[in-house]
């Protein structure tokens, strides 16, 4: 009911920057929470950036003040801006979205598919 395609991972150099999109089509009354997530070789999946439905954002350590979350609720498409990318930011990104569907009553979780980002040195 709900198809989230993400888009804008590249290789990139240290230094540079990206954006990543993750657009929703479907069914969606409404996008609630929202985060991203990145899963580095050899690495569990972790978290990268939320935005709670009020707006407020929550960054890991490693992205604070590099890495930017927004939403663009007109086209259901959120990013993360990705500034002073380093090395240890190479990593598949997927994004995580809380999506209230018609016909329901419950917030749903899906999940992109994942783009990957490699950061030469």
């Known amino acids: 009911q709900v198809q989230l395609v993400e888009s804008g991972g590249d290789l990139v150099q240290a230094g540079g920057s990206l954006r990543l999109s993750c657009a929703a089509s479907?069914?969606?009354?409404?996008?609630?929470?929202m985060g991203w997530y990145r899963q580095g070789p050899g690495k569990q999946r972790e978290l990268v950036a939320t935005?709670?439905?009020?707006?407020?954002?929550n960054y890991a350590d490693s992205v604070q003040g590099r890495f930017t979350i927004s939403r663009d609720n007109a086209k259901n498409t959120v990013y993360l801006q990705m500034n002073s990318l380093k090395p240890e930011d190479t990593a598949v990104y997927y994004c995580?979205?809380?999506?209230?569907?018609?016909?329901?009553?419950?917030?749903?979780?899906?999940w992109g598919q994942g783009t990957q980002v490699t950061v030469s040195s």
């Open positions: 995580k979205l809380g999506v209230l569907i018609f016909g329901s009553i419950w917030t749903y979780d899906y």
């Open positions: 479907g069914s969606i009354r409404s996008i609630n929470a």
């Open positions: 935005m709670a439905s009020g707006g407020s954002t």
